[in-house]
């Protein structure tokens, strides 16, 4: 018989294994960020640092106004825990997770010209930059001098040595080891990498069935789409991966009414580790790109709450501000906010602020703390509301009186 997880129990399960049902340490540390990374199993990573860039945001979300550099010395150079790959979107994972995603660049070798080919068809270059890392070692792209090395036709105004690069990253003969200025820097496999993670990779069905399972500890609990978004594979292999991950115990098939497909019940999965807290004690605002709400049919399904980032949606026509954080308050998302660091006035702005219907009558009180650490965080001296948003005139006076009170 198939267990039964009501909806707002399935809200906690998926919080606490996102790491929301601990308090915030008192002084977050390099152990701290590091369990952040071994909880989420990678960061996305996005250009957009309006408020913050995005993979630096998960972690103040779970602990707090920890030290970015702490971050920084697990994602960047030669020593660093972590290398970005293509996992979900552009992503930092743990280094050893590199060799799970064979089958990824395998595809990617085996497309068209737009991919893999077209390293084919410029092979004569791609020799040439493996011939440059191997003598000068990790370089930007910008670093590396050519003849070919000129801006021109459609590909987003990228040089051929750029593009090149840029396939060959996806195809893996070459690694990104860090960014620096938010540009990737490129070497050979050989040169950040241990000889154990270049070594026989796995059959692609092991490597789904890996993935499938650290997505599913993950997340907590889950549907096939779920899990399969998580790392952005083929649903087919993630299916028969559920399967024997349910065969083995691993995985427990559950019930949560409400989550429908047509008029059946959507088949779920519970990790056999989930914790099943009785109460969420968080609050929070969290990145467009946090596994909490980076898959929009999932957040709607867990928290009712209809969310769609507007960046690319014109300033006349958004509804919620350019960079509209959600903001999590207990086991709900309650609301959002369009945060702005402003650096040179030294000032956190809130350029607007909504309440979702039914948030709760202290959501300003809870979120003006979660904005006052996000501007000490950020080095910014006060947290100014500009007023738009049915949040704002609330949290606006929830701010003043924090400051009075610290005054």
Not at 14 to 32: D, T
Not at 306 to 332: C, N, Q, T
Request: charge should be neutral; proline fraction near 7%; glycine fraction near 8%.
């Amino acid at each position: 018989m198939v267990d039964t997880v009501s909806p707002a129990l399935a809200r906690r399960i998926a919080l606490a294994a996102q790491g929301f049902s601990r308090p915030l340490p008192e002084s977050p540390g390099l152990r701290q960020v590091g369990g952040v990374v071994d909880r989420l199993g990678l960061l996305q990573i996005d250009s957009v640092n309006v408020f913050e860039r995005s993979h630096y945001l998960p972690a103040f979300s779970r602990i707090g106004d920890y030290d970015r550099t702490l971050l920084d010395r697990l994602t960047t150079g030669g020593r660093g825990r972590m290398i970005e790959y293509w996992a979900h979107q552009a992503a930092f994972i743990p280094r050893e997770l590199w060799p799970l995603f064979e089958f990824r660049r395998a595809e990617y070798r085996e497309k068209g010209s737009d991919w893999g080919g077209w390293v084919t068809e410029n092979r004569t270059l791609a020799e040439w930059l493996r011939a440059e890392l191997a003598a000068n070692g990790p370089m930007r792209a910008s670093e590396i001098e050519h003849d070919a090395n000129e801006r021109r036709g459609p590909w987003w105004g990228w040089s051929d040595v750029k593009r090149t690069l840029e396939m060959m990253f996806r195809t893996g003969e070459v690694v990104c080891v860090e960014r620096r200025r938010f540009e990737r820097v490129y070497a050979l496999p050989e040169q950040a990498l241990s000889p154990e993670l270049l070594g026989e990779p796995p059959a692609e069905a092991d490597a789904v069935r890996h993935l499938v399972e650290l997505a599913a500890s993950a997340l907590g609990i889950g549907t096939e789409a779920d899990l399969a978004d998580y790392w952005r594979m083929k649903r087919a292999p993630v299916r028969t991966a559920i399967r024997e991950l349910e065969e083995s115990g691993v995985l427990l098939p559950v019930e949560v009414p409400g989550w429908t497909t047509g008029a059946r019940p959507t088949p779920t999965w519970l990790h056999r580790d989930a914790k099943r807290p009785r109460r969420i004690d968080a609050a929070a605002v969290l990145s467009p790109f946090d596994p909490v709400v980076w898959f929009r049919p999932r957040t709607e399904r867990l928290f009712d709450f209809h969310y769609r980032i507007e960046i690319y949606v014109p300033e006349p026509d958004r509804k919620f501000g350019y960079y509209s954080l959600p903001v999590l308050i207990d086991d709900r998302v309650v609301g959002r906010v369009d945060l702005k660091s402003d650096r040179q006035a030294g000032v956190l702005r809130v350029q607007s602020a909504w309440a979702e219907p039914g948030a709760p009558a202290e959501t300003a009180a809870r979120l003006a703390p979660v904005l006052l650490r996000a501007a000490s965080w950020q080095g910014l001296g006060e947290v100014a509301v500009t007023g738009r948003g049915d949040l704002s005139p609330e949290l606006s006076s929830e701010l003043a009186f924090a400051k009075a009170g610290v005054a």
